[in-house]
């Protein structure tokens, strides 16, 4: 398993990385969207049926195409990321933290001491024990996995400043919908309330060394969100494809 992680480089050095939700457990999914020149393949445990089981052959297939594979998982559970880690996934994405507390939480579940409690064992992440002292493998799996949080609920906003702050803290991950939920405006996708949060989220997180990222519906949208400042922008497996049937379906002359 390889050691380095090249969307953590790219948001690192300033650059962006586009990716695709799959909520789908299907490694030839990943293997798609991998050819088709995408970034990064981030599973969706959270919103999709994709189990840890589900998760290690479509991690294999992103490997096999030379993609990163990240997860969402459903909670801010140590021992749920630990499984999705020990299986060998680059990134963690952890909805729902409204709190300093529940961020620094999400943060060390992915890190090994001293930079976290991710729990230490022998396995694939250590290439079965033929890779080398766990000692000198334990520093460059921390800095490998990419920690991203989700800011979706109004309720967080007041902590802005301190969630942005979170140590090793790699990316802080917009949530549209579910933010405009906690606002009273369920379904109302671009709101200009909403909105205005999520520019004062980009206007507050510069200069403060982690990337932002959200999702975005098709190129026009992700232009957008990149032109605002967001680093990292996820469409979404079902979306992309109802969009291509429908396009393809409407240009049938019959």
């Known amino acids: 398993m390889r050691l380095n992680n090249p969307v953590k480089e790219t948001l690192r050095g300033g650059g962006s ?6 909520p789908i457990p299907s490694p030839d999914v990943v293997e798609i969207v991998a ?26 297939a992103a490997e096999a195409r030379d993609v990163p594979a990240l997860v969402r998982v459903g909670e801010n559970d140590r021992q749920v990321v ?19 507390e529940l961020a620094r939480a999400a943060v060390e579940a992915m890190r090994y001491a001293p930079a976290g409690l991710r729990g230490l064992a022998g396995g694939r992440t250590f290439d079965y024990g033929q890779g080398g002292p766990m000692s000198e493998r334990v520093p460059a ?25 979170t140590p090793g803290l790699d990316v802080f991950f917009v949530g549209p919908t579910d933010l405009g939920q906690s606002m009273g405006y369920g379904g109302q ?38 032109r605002q400042g967001f680093q990292m922008v996820v469409a979404n497996v079902p979306a992309l494809l109802m969009r291509a049937s429908r396009e393809m379906l409407a240009a049938i002359e019959r």
């Open 17 to 22: 990385a586009i990716g695709v939700f799959i």
């Open 35 to 60: 050819l088709a020149g995408f970034d990064f393949a981030l599973l969706d445990a959270e919103h999709g049926r994709i189990s840890p089981d589900d998760a290690y052959p479509m991690i294999l």
């Open 82 to 100: 630990l499984k999705y880690l020990d299986l060998g996934v680059s990134g963690v994405m952890i909805p729902q933290t409204n709190t300093p």
């Open 141 to 165: 799996i921390n800095d490998r996995v990419l920690s991203i949080i989700q800011f979706e609920h109004i309720d967080a906003l007041p902590h802005l400043d301190a969630l942005l702050e």
């Open 189 to 226: 996708v671009g709101h200009p309330e909403v909105e205005a949060v999520i520019q004062q989220v980009a206007d507050t997180a510069k200069g403060r060394g982690v990337a932002l990222g959200i999702v975005a519906a098709d190129a026009e949208q992700t232009n957008r969100r990149l």
